[in-house]
């Protein structure tokens, strides 16, 4: 296969410019007139022109809703059967020459209307920015894979901060299963919220999630991020005209908070995912048309990228491109690759890949035989390109049945089921077995309704098995969930049965008439006076359901609606890898790639929350744009081969910008900082690109400052990473607890809240750390000296912290054959740190920890007496080198200390140092 530039040059001389989509087969090329008209189409360099909305656009715009939008049901609701079907568009149902997808459209026509006051509040008024090519930069590229929410949020923000941009999908459409989606996004803090007078909070939001989740890796860092940025990616959605005010209580959900387009006047419904992909593909191909370039019916084949060692001595991979192929008007196949540094992966889950070698299979095996929700494309292709480049897969195991796939009658053993909506039971629905009894609590997590739902052992005749339940609701819940969308379900789909009285239900459902009316009428006694159920511990009740008819009923049985597991990603989006031969251990970026929406795992653990999958999508598919985008912009220094180096951040004669987040310990939400004696609070700053080191040399403190107007009379924050300088993409800063008050860093920095803006700075280096710095750069194993270093004082522990951490990496590992700690304090609550800790006695530390007053089971040293003392320092006795940290804040344990080092038998081959 021939080089990156050697086709990139064959490509320039055929059409004068360098373009960033390369294509393997030079020939193939040229006699493609269709590829060079693409590439003149999105030749970099040309001016920027925005597109502009004519009348006639309007007209035709509107004239398209009015006519087409039962269409639009069919589509975004129809379970896609065979392959290359629209996620937008049925072509055998809207004509060709209407692609709703390609118009242009005000942000606001085709939607609902509302009071001026609560359009104002829930719209931003300003015009989306006009995007601009990076000058510095301006042949960046970012390939986003897959074409859905978190694809597309992840094109926007990377074209709006100057990069070009290539979507690769792999349908004919973009949208994806975000199109099909019905449930809503979730948000706290909401002007809708504010509207109806609901007071949520971010712990709340959190808490439900976590416990959603349990079972499973709710990354802590992922479901803050999720929580702090959910209101804005609300607000974020209406830029593009999308009115969310709509608000439902979705199972396992403390309040309403689940926002979704409010019906149009004559109850048509709108569907919010469809609504969503609508408005942000129209920006995309709009004002955006000069920067981002979409590929339709391109197929992800795999990832290219570099194998390298970074100066810690630690082995990475870089992303260098992508290939895929591209379906050809004849139905054959093109391959082609694109050169680029920066890849967003928003492929998808893996819930409609049935085949014997699918991550269903390998992972799932059990729920083969289940239908599904999901589209045709979800394959895991994502997944499976990642983990080519060894990413760690979290979850795998964990894939949600959603508990109200409606059976069609007509076709009972459908592989891919229409989706009963949330809204169906929380709009009041109730779910009945055969019996005619109920059994579970409708309101519950979709893991628990749908285990509810087989465990009651009914099955849906000639279905090869299916257990199923029958979801009731009258004409109120029918009135809540939208008259519009039920008809469309019973009257276009045929999903619901109307029946008149309680006699036509149990004659449908095939019970006891006088079982079914007991049932009834008990339910009808709780949800009229919002009791509790003893029977299912249901307390929240939609609406009032009771034994007055009529009755609309559908079949529904749990299907695989959504995978939880996938590439493991950081807060900043980055997709991690696990190299078990790097000394250091734990997970590290894959340079370049990153990673938005169900492609990956670690923030709904064991079952995801429902609502939070558009919210995911937009919350993290933005920061992966964003963080793509700067590292396609980032001019790198030169590079020797199969080596990366970064460029500084920081220096300490100006201030650069970073994003804060504050990592608390496990089980903590953002809401409980200060409230438990837990000590290991991380304040983790991502730097400007994820190729920026952070220019600090070893044991140099950062020091760091709000970044929001008005803060300049904060005082700043100093502390000694406990990352090197070497590393790339961000610092973590090791932080103590904010009590007691005298040992904590300023109060707004633990006020900081997911993706704060803060401003750095290198500080300046004290004479003892500076001292001790020169010290280490002299050590040689050929030398023979030990080196002793007592840290006497609390904030003396992160230097120490980050020296331990130095030595399990180049250049320090090369000069040391012994590394010890000993950590001495009263209490234990006084040590801090101890999970960091922990981690470097798992690597290469040798680690005593001595308390005065332990604490009931405790099996490590009491008191840091003299015969501790003299354990740990026993290899200032060995010709190799070594390095002993004592960590104590006692002065009659420092005293003793110097005296031991006084003795005669340590007095050779050691070098110390105190630091207080």
Same mark, same amino acid.
């Given at each position: 296969?021939?080089?990156?530039?050697?086709?990139?040059?064959?490509?320039e001389?055929?059409?004068?410019y360098?373009s960033?989509?390369?294509h393997?087969?030079?020939k193939?090329?040229?006699?493609?007139?269709?590829?060079a008209s693409?590439?003149?189409r999105?030749?970099?360099?040309?001016?920027?022109?925005?597109?502009?909305?004519s009348s006639l656009?309007?007209?035709?715009?509107f004239?398209?809703?009015?006519?087409l939008?039962?269409c639009?049901?069919t589509?975004w609701?129809?379970p896609?059967?065979?392959?290359?079907?629209?996620?937008?568009?049925?072509?055998?149902?809207?004509?060709?020459?209407?692609?709703?997808? %390609?118009q242009?459209?005000?942000?606001?026509e085709?939607?609902p209307?509302?009071?001026?006051?609560?359009?104002?509040?829930?719209?931003?008024?300003?015009?989306?920015?006009?995007?601009?090519?990076?000058?510095?930069?301006?042949n960046?590229v970012?390939?986003?894979v897959?074409?859905?929410?978190a694809?597309c949020?992840?094109?926007?923000?990377a074209a709006?901060?100057?990069?070009?941009?290539?979507v690769?999908?792999?349908?004919?459409?973009?949208g994806g299963?975000?199109?099909k989606a019905t449930?809503?996004i979730?948000?706290?803090? %909401?002007?809708?919220?504010?509207?109806?007078?609901?007071?949520?909070?971010?712990? *709340?939001?959190?808490?439900?999630?976590?416990?959603?989740?349990?079972?499973?890796?709710?990354?802590?860092?992922l479901v803050?991020?999720?929580?702090?940025k959910?209101?804005?990616?609300?607000?974020?959605?209406?830029?593009?005209?999308?009115?969310l #005010?709509?608000?439902t209580?979705?199972?396992?959900?403390?309040?309403?908070? %689940?926002?979704?387009? !409010?019906?149009?006047?004559?109850? %048509? $419904?709108?569907?919010v995912?469809?609504?969503?992909?609508?408005?942000?593909?129209?920006?995309?191909?709009?004002?955006?048309?000069?920067?981002v370039? =979409?590929?339709?019916?391109?197929?992800?084949s795999r990832l290219? *990228?570099?194998?390298?060692?970074?100066?810690?001595g630690?082995?990475a991979?870089?992303?260098r491109?992508?290939?895929?192929?591209?379906?050809?008007p004849?139905?054959?196949?093109?391959?082609?690759?694109?050169?680029?540094?920066a890849?967003?992966?928003?492929?998808?889950?893996?819930?409609?890949?049935?085949?014997?070698?699918?991550?269903?299979?390998?992972?799932?095996p059990?729920?083969?035989?289940?239908?599904t929700t999901?589209?045709?494309w979800?394959?895991?292709?994502?997944v499976k390109?990642?983990?080519?480049?060894?990413?760690?897969?979290?979850?795998?195991d964990?894939?949600?049945?959603?508990p109200t796939?409606?059976?069609? $009658?007509?076709?009972?053993?459908?592989?891919?089921l229409?989706?009963?909506?949330?809204?169906?039971?929380?709009?009041?629905?109730?779910l009945?077995?055969?019996?005619?009894?109920?059994?579970?609590?409708?309101?519950?997590?979709?893991s628990v309704?749908?285990?509810?739902?087989i465990?009651?052992?009914d099955?849906?005749?000639?279905?090869?098995g299916?257990?199923?339940? *029958?979801?009731?609701?009258?004409?109120?819940?029918?009135?809540?969930?939208?008259?519009?969308a039920l008809?469309?379900?019973?009257k276009?789909?045929?999903?619901f049965?109307?029946?008149?009285n309680?006699?036509?239900l149990a004659?449908?459902?095939?019970?006891?008439?006088?079982?079914?009316l007991?049932?009834?009428?008990?339910y009808?006694?709780?949800?009229s006076?919002?009791?509790?159920c003893r029977?299912t511990?249901?307390?929240v009740?939609?609406?009032?359901?009771? !034994?007055?008819?009529?009755?609309?009923?559908?079949?529904?049985?749990?299907?695989?609606h959504? #995978?939880?597991?996938?590439?493991?990603?950081?807060?900043?989006?980055?997709?991690?890898?696990v190299?078990?031969t790097?000394?250091?251990g734990?997970?590290?970026?894959?340079?370049?790639?990153?990673?938005?929406?169900?492609v990956?795992?670690?923030?709904h653990?064991?079952?995801?929350?429902?609502?939070n999958?558009?919210?995911?999508?937009?919350v993290f598919?933005r920061?992966a744009g964003?963080r793509?985008a700067?590292a396609a912009l980032?001019v790198?220094?030169?590079?020797d081969?199969?080596?990366?180096?970064?460029?500084?951040?920081?220096?300490?004669?100006?201030?650069?910008?970073?994003? +804060?987040?504050l990592?608390?310990?496990?089980?903590?939400?953002?809401?409980?900082?200060?409230?438990r004696?837990?000590?290991?609070?991380?304040?983790?700053?991502?730097l400007?690109s994820p190729?920026h080191?952070?220019?600090?040399?070893?044991?140099q403190?950062l020091?760091?400052?709000p +970044?929001s107007?008005g803060?300049? +009379?904060? !005082?700043?924050?100093r502390?000694?990473?406990?990352?090197?300088?070497?590393?790339l993409g961000?610092?973590?800063?090791?932080?103590?607890?904010?009590?007691?008050?005298?040992?904590?860093? $300023?109060?707004?920095?633990? +006020?900081?809240q997911p993706?704060d803006? =803060?401003?750095?700075?290198?500080?300046?280096?004290?004479?003892?750390?500076?001292?001790?710095?020169?010290?280490l750069s002299q050590?040689?194993?050929?030398s023979g000296t030990n080196?002793?270093i007592?840290?006497?004082?609390?904030?003396?522990?992160?230097?120490?912290?980050?020296?331990?951490?130095?030595?399990?990496?180049?250049?320090?590992?090369?000069?040391?054959?012994?590394?010890?700690?000993?950590?001495?304090?009263?209490?234990?609550?006084?040590?801090?740190?101890?999970?960091?800790?922990?981690?470097?006695?798992?690597?290469?530390?040798?680690?005593?920890?001595a308390?005065?007053? !332990?604490p009931?089971?405790? #099996?490590e040293e009491?008191?840091?007496?003299?015969?501790?003392?003299k354990?740990?320092?026993s290899s200032?006795?060995?010709p190799?080198?070594?390095?002993?940290?004592?960590?104590?804040?006692?002065a009659?344990?420092i005293?003793?200390?110097?005296?031991i080092?006084?003795?005669k038998?340590?007095?050779?081959?050691?070098?110390?140092f105190?630091i207080?």
């Amino acid at each position: 296969m021939p080089s990156f530039r050697e086709t990139s040059l064959k490509k320039e001389a055929a059409s004068g410019y360098v373009s960033p989509l390369l294509h393997p087969n030079a020939k193939q090329l040229k006699a493609s007139k269709s590829n060079a008209s693409l590439v003149k189409r999105f030749a970099i360099g040309t001016k920027q022109k925005l597109v502009r909305r004519s009348s006639l656009y309007k007209l035709v715009f509107f004239l398209s809703v009015v006519g087409l939008s039962l269409c639009w049901l069919t589509n975004w609701l129809s379970p896609h059967e065979s392959k290359g079907n629209s996620s937008y568009s049925n072509p055998s149902v809207r004509p060709k020459s209407h692609p709703m997808i %390609t118009q242009i459209k005000p942000p606001n026509e085709g939607l609902p209307q509302q009071s001026p006051g609560r359009a104002d509040r829930e719209r931003e008024t300003r015009t989306p920015p006009v995007a601009q090519p990076n000058p510095d930069n301006p042949n960046a590229v970012v390939v986003v894979v897959g074409g859905g929410l978190a694809g597309c949020a992840a094109a926007i923000e990377a074209a709006e901060r100057g990069a070009r941009v290539i979507v690769l999908e792999k349908e004919p459409r973009l949208g994806g299963n975000s199109a099909k989606a019905t449930s809503g996004i979730n948000g706290w803090g %909401t002007d809708a919220q504010v509207g109806e007078g609901i007071r949520d909070k971010g712990k *709340y939001f959190e808490r439900d999630t976590y416990l959603s989740g349990r079972n499973g890796h709710c990354q802590a860092g992922l479901v803050a991020m999720l929580s702090v940025k959910s209101a804005d990616a609300v607000r974020w959605l209406t830029r593009w005209g999308i009115v969310l #005010t709509r608000l439902t209580q979705l199972g396992g959900h403390r309040c309403k908070r %689940t926002h979704r387009v !409010p019906d149009r006047e004559d109850g %048509t $419904p709108v569907p919010v995912g469809f609504t969503i992909m609508r408005g942000l593909e129209t920006h995309l191909r709009g004002e955006l048309q000069d920067l981002v370039k =979409v590929e339709t019916t391109a197929r992800l084949s795999r990832l290219v *990228y570099e194998s390298v060692v970074l100066p810690t001595g630690e082995r990475a991979r870089v992303i260098r491109g992508v290939e895929y192929h591209r379906t050809t008007p004849n139905a054959g196949e093109e391959k082609f690759q694109v050169a680029t540094n920066a890849v967003v992966l928003a492929t998808g889950g893996f819930a409609n890949d049935h085949t014997t070698t699918s991550l269903l299979h390998e992972y799932a095996p059990n729920l083969l035989n289940f239908p599904t929700t999901n589209g045709v494309w979800a394959t895991g292709d994502g997944v499976k390109a990642a983990r080519e480049l060894g990413a760690e897969l979290v979850d795998m195991d964990k894939v949600q049945l959603h508990p109200t796939g409606m059976i069609n $009658p007509k076709d009972p053993q459908a592989k891919t089921l229409f989706l009963g909506p949330e809204a169906l039971r929380g709009s009041g629905g109730i779910l009945l077995n055969k019996k005619g009894e109920r059994f579970v609590n409708e309101l519950g997590l979709r893991s628990v309704v749908s285990q509810a739902i087989i465990a009651q052992g009914d099955e849906y005749p000639n279905s090869q098995g299916r257990r199923f339940a *029958y979801c009731v609701l009258n004409k109120d819940a029918m009135e809540l969930f939208g008259k519009g969308a039920l008809e469309f379900y019973w009257k276009k789909m045929g999903l619901f049965h109307f029946v008149e009285n309680v006699h036509d239900l149990a004659e449908l459902i095939g019970c006891e008439e006088s079982t079914l009316l007991q049932t009834l009428r008990h339910y009808n006694d709780l949800s009229s006076s919002n009791g509790t159920c003893r029977l299912t511990g249901k307390n929240v009740f939609p609406c009032v359901l009771g !034994p007055h008819g009529p009755f609309y009923v559908t079949h529904v049985t749990p299907s695989i609606h959504y #995978t939880m597991g996938g590439c493991l990603i950081s807060p900043s989006a980055e997709i991690l890898r696990v190299d078990p031969t790097n000394p250091s251990g734990g997970p590290r970026p894959i340079l370049g790639l990153f990673g938005a929406g169900e492609v990956t795992g670690g923030v709904h653990g064991g079952n995801r929350l429902g609502g939070n999958s558009l919210l995911e999508c937009v919350v993290f598919g933005r920061i992966a744009g964003e963080r793509a985008a700067q590292a396609a912009l980032e001019v790198l220094p030169a590079q020797d081969p199969g080596s990366f180096r970064g460029n500084p951040a920081t220096t300490s004669a100006s201030w650069t910008r970073g994003r +804060a987040q504050l990592l608390l310990p496990d089980g903590l939400t953002s809401g409980e900082v200060g409230t438990r004696p837990d000590r290991g609070y991380q304040l983790v700053i991502t730097l400007p690109s994820p190729f920026h080191t952070s220019g600090l040399a070893l044991l140099q403190p950062l020091v760091v400052r709000p +970044a929001s107007p008005g803060s300049g +009379a904060l !005082p700043p924050f100093r502390g000694v990473p406990l990352t090197l300088p070497e590393e790339l993409g961000t610092v973590s800063i090791p932080l103590p607890s904010p009590t007691p008050p005298g040992e904590a860093a $300023p109060a707004w920095v633990y +006020a900081l809240q997911p993706g704060d803006e =803060v401003e750095l700075q290198a500080g300046p280096i004290e004479a003892p750390i500076h001292t001790l710095h020169n010290r280490l750069s002299q050590l040689n194993k050929e030398s023979g000296t030990n080196l002793v270093i007592i840290a006497a004082a609390p904030e003396r522990v992160n230097p120490m912290l980050q020296l331990l951490r130095a030595s399990l990496l180049h250049p320090l590992r090369e000069k040391l054959d012994n590394v010890r700690l000993l950590y001495a304090t009263k209490e234990i609550t006084e040590m801090s740190h101890l999970g960091i800790l922990n981690d470097l006695c798992r690597e290469r530390v040798e680690c005593l920890f001595a308390l005065d007053n !332990p604490p009931p089971k405790w #099996t490590e040293e009491v008191e840091m007496d003299e015969s501790t003392v003299k354990t740990i320092l026993s290899s200032a006795a060995d010709p190799n080198q070594s390095i002993i940290v004592v960590l104590t804040q006692q002065a009659e344990k420092i005293k003793m200390l110097k005296q031991i080092l006084m003795e005669k038998r340590f007095e050779e081959g050691i070098s110390s140092f105190i630091i207080t």
